[in-house]
Structures are given as C-alpha cells and as structure tokens.
C-alpha cells in the first residue's frame, strides 16, 4: 500500500487575519482528503531544533509537501538544516523565470562547474515539495497544486522483479540522521490523518546555507565576528551557533560569492532565499556604477554596527575581508570592468 503524502501547513508569525483565513481555508480544503496526512506546526524558522515540532517533522519518513510564508528555496534548506533532507519536488506553482536564467546563462554555465557542498552529501529519494503561501490570496491554487502531486505519486509505477510498484514506496528511504536523537524523535507520534502541533516559540533569526549554491570557500566564518558559524568533522561550513546572530543583520549573506547564505526573514528577496540572484549570472545595478557602496561596503558597515551595539570596537575592512577582494586590481579584467570603461567614456 503507497504511503500517504504528508502534508504540513506552517503558520505566520503574525495575528494577521489575511494570512490567518489562508491558512484555514487551506486546512479546511485538505481534511478528510484520501492519501494525505495534515499537520499544523507554529512557523519553521522559530522552531527549536529539538522542540515538538521539529521533532513530528523528523520523524516523517516519506515524501512531503511543505507550505509556508517563506521562499521556497528557503523552506527546503531550513529544513534540511535540522536534518529533514529530500529531493526538491518539482511544482507547478513555481513561476517561469526563463528570461532570468537566459540572461547568465554563459556565467551560469562556468558557475555550475564548480564543486558544491551537496555533490558530497547524498539524498534520500523522497521528495520535498516547498510552496510559498506568499504567491497568490486563495487556498484554492495550493490545495489543487497539493492534489496534483498526490496524484502523480499514485500514478506514477515502475516494474521491480515484475511486479508494479508505486513510485511512493520506493522513494520512502529513510531522510539522513536527524539533528536530534533517534530516542527523542521515537517519543514523538507519527503524524495522523490531522494534527496541529502547539509549541510555544519566539521570533527568530539565523542564517540558513543552501549547499547546491556553497563551495565551501569558508570567507563566511573569517567575515563573522560573533561566533555563528562553524566546520563539521570533514571541514564543512555550518551554523553551528545560530542565536549568535545579531537580530537583523544580513552581513555574511553579502560577501558570500554563491549567493548561499539566506536569511529567510529579510527584507530583500534575494537574502530571503528568492529564486532571483542565481550565482553567476551578470546584473549591474547602474546606481553603484554612480557612487552608491557595493555589498562589501554595506556589510562591512552593517557588521561594525553590530559590534559597536555589542560593546566591541568597529573593525572596517580591517577583518575578514574576502580573499578575492585583495587581489582584484592585480586580477585579469573582465566584462564588467570593459563596461565600466565604456560608461565612464561617455558624458553624462
């Protein structure tokens, strides 16, 4: 028998009553659906690690499809950080951004050549499908997107020894060990046909890595001062102190070269986990040709901000500079710099 989608519904930090009926209609719209299991947890981003609903989470075994007020590159490397790792499930809510990846798709193409962090870490065969409950004002558009992917689980067979098997049995490997014990997920109940777990959680902010985007090039911990990140056991870049992090502050988002490190929260979708921004690709923001501070400058002044708040003396370009900014006058020069050329050529 195929096992049943799970389904979570991750509520707002606010009251706000807009997104409050989204998320009713939503559960309204999903219960008693055959195939589905439905599961209400408090927002991902403020769940402890090792609180009730992380825990219900870690102990899904299948695939799942995860709805949020977040991005959902976002939503999927939040996850994975507390060890809910899978397959990104492909959905058709996703909005067509072909014109985005044309316009790098020659830098993007030398950036894909790169060795990332996630060509070392195998996957489960299940899927996490992540929708953003941000994209449209109507329950209806994910509830339907939610009963397509059911759908095409049951449907979907391949012949093992001969015999027809759903495609959901056999992509229902175990996830990687979670973060938290086994003892501890074991004490927790599978999820039934529906459930909402309370928790009681505060408002949060850490820095989220994808590692599809990260090579692992450490300039993250050399730039932080406050002690968030960390290596693993084969010398991998984590959050390894998350409520380090200074409240607010995207500094490390800005000097990453991949574009990896995402706050969820922040204001701007490209720290916030956008599928905009992708590495490699060439955007010039004519307004920094004219004066305006660059990233660096900004996260260097967004990071002596945070010091001086902390009781410690501002360090300006002092500390933890990235390498490639050093040695960037004495480096070959590029397109943007023939650009840069070109425009300063004209009278303006």
Known sequence: MARKLTVVISQGQSANPIKRKLEEDLVTALLGEPGLELTVVPHLYDLAPDGTGMLCLQSVAGDMVVASWLFARATHWLLDRNGIRGQPGQTLLVQDESDEEDEGEADQSEADAKPRVID??????RRIYCLDLKAYREAQPYADEIRRIRNERAVQTITLLGLPATAAAVNSAEPAPPVASLQAIM??????????????????????????????????????LFGVYGIDRVDTILVEQPDNCRKGCPACSRVCPE???????????????????EAGSLKIDLSKLFGAPDALEVAVLERDVELVAAGRDAVGMQVGIPKRQTTKAAGPRDELDALIDELDGYSL
């Open 259 to 277: 574009s990896a490190i995402i706050f969820p929260q922040h204001k701007t979708p490209a720290i916030a986990g956008s599928p905009v921004g």
């Open 187 to 224: 004490a927790v109940p599978a999820p039934d046909a529906s459930q909402r777990i309370d928790e009681d959680t505060a408002r949060r902010w850490y820095p989220v890595i994808d590692y599809s985007r990260c090579t692992n090039c450490l300039e993250c911990i050399d730039f932080c």
């Open 120 to 125: 070392t870490r195998p996957l489960p065969e």
